[in-house]
């Protein structure tokens, strides 16, 4: 099955700079990849998708690449905000298939 | 409207002893979605409900687990005889339908098992 892996981990920012989070997917057939956000003892929410008849898409700071040849898609978060802090899961979806297939998330942290 | 929601929030059982978790999808959504999440883990997929369609439950790890929909919408999942490492947050989600609608999540069910 689809196997998606996140990089990295953790990671810390100033507030007001950038960050980006990227993840790696397997299947060359996955053909859907949404972001989630948790906040601390909330449910995840989605923030952005993509599908992989589009290469970029953007909404206000948020943006999301994908990359099909090289199998990877990519969350830019810019101008960060303490309320941006929280844990960020990627996915993907192979086509025809049910099964949403997260990444094990990562830790974003805003310095004031 | 109400968003997916998941009874009870929070569950403490003996080892061994059977649970039931509840969902409840939002209203007109077909698809539905159990998920486990472990502490500082991912979001482990164990089954899928669309329709009237045979679930998807290649995700269940063990045959402990089951889960069911009634009338296309309330969902139940069961762990029978439960062992500690089913400690975890057990999250529902429910779609329109099954492609690429967006996961609408609950608040989890937290289950420990002492």
């Known amino acids: 099955g689809e196997n998606v892996e996140q990089h990295p981990s953790t990671l810390s920012v100033q507030e007001g700079d950038s960050a980006v989070i990227k993840c790696t997917y397997s299947d060359s057939a996955s053909n859907y990849f949404p972001w989630y956000k948790q906040e601390l003892g909330k449910r995840p929410q989605l923030i952005i998708d993509?599908?992989?008849?589009?290469g970029e898409k953007k909404d206000q700071r948020i943006a999301v690449t994908l990359n099909k040849t090289a199998k990877h898609f990519s969350l830019h978060i810019t101008e960060t905000q303490p309320e941006d802090s929280a844990v960020y899961f990627c996915?993907?979806?192979?086509?025809?298939?049910?099964?949403?297939?997260f990444g094990k998330g990562n830790q974003v942290v805003v310095i004031p | 409207g109400a968003g997916v929601s998941q009874s009870p929030s929070n569950k403490v059982t003996e080892k061994g002893k059977d649970v039931e978790l509840r969902c409840d999808p939002i209203?007109?959504?077909?698809?539905l979605y159990w998920y486990r999440q472990s502490l500082g883990q991912g979001l482990e997929f164990l089954i899928y409900?669309?329709?009237?369609?045979?679930?998807?439950k290649s995700g269940l790890p063990s045959d402990r687990f089951s889960a069911e929909r009634t009338g296309g919408s309330v969902s139940t999942l069961t762990i029978q005889r439960t062992q500690q490492e089913d400690s975890a947050v057990y999250l529902c989600a429910s779609s329109l339908e099954g492609s690429n609608s967006p996961l609408h999540f609950g608040n989890g069910t937290r289950l420990t098992v002492t």
């Open positions: 993509i599908r992989s008849n589009v």
């Open positions: 409900f669309q329709g009237n369609s045979a679930p998807d």
């Open positions: 209203s007109g959504h077909t698809a």
């Open positions: 996915a993907a979806r192979v086509y025809g298939n049910n099964r949403l297939a």
